[in-house]
């Protein structure tokens, strides 16, 4: 069954999220797109499409999310608000492994201002070719679920 990516962005990263879109319809992959528009011509904020995104991850509707805004950290610190969420600012390859293999990351975060659009893309592909490490990583993945369920 193909997983469903929900792809969020804010004015700044709407250009790398259409390239990042366009890819993903060249998978298996369904892609929901939670804006913005590619015609936006004005500044939105990037609360509201992380929250849009990572909210339905923690519901369950999604099985991962992309979020791309001018430095992508502001769209991580919306998401890690929600239940479930593990979402994580890349810039290179050794950041995008690190985040999947050993933190399990289900939302990718990325600058638009800050990293090469088609390396942005690589990023992507490898993040999504990247398996979870397991074993002690998932012990660290649970301690953080029990953080969560303290809120």
Not at 69 to 97: H, P, Y
């Amino acid at each position: 069954m193909a997983q469903t990516i929900g792809i969020g962005c804010d004015h700044a990263g709407k250009e790398l999220k259409q390239l990042i879109t366009d890819m993903l319809k060249l998978t298996t992959y369904t892609v929901v797109d939670y804006g913005v528009a590619a015609d936006c011509k004005t500044s939105v904020d990037y609360p509201d499409y992380a929250a849009a995104v990572a909210g339905d991850l923690s519901k369950g509707k999604l099985d991962l999310g992309i979020l791309v805004c001018g430095t992508g950290i502001g769209m991580q610190i919306t998401a890690n608000k929600f239940s479930g969420v593990r979402a994580a600012v890349v810039w290179d390859e050794l950041s995008t492994k690190m985040a999947k293999e050993h933190n399990d990351v289900n939302v990718l975060c990325l600058g638009a201002r800050m990293t090469n659009h088609m390396r942005a893309c690589d990023l992507t592909k490898q993040w999504l070719d990247t398996a979870f490490g397991g074993s002690r990583h998932q012990m660290r993945l649970n301690k953080i679920r029990e953080i969560e369920q303290k809120k």
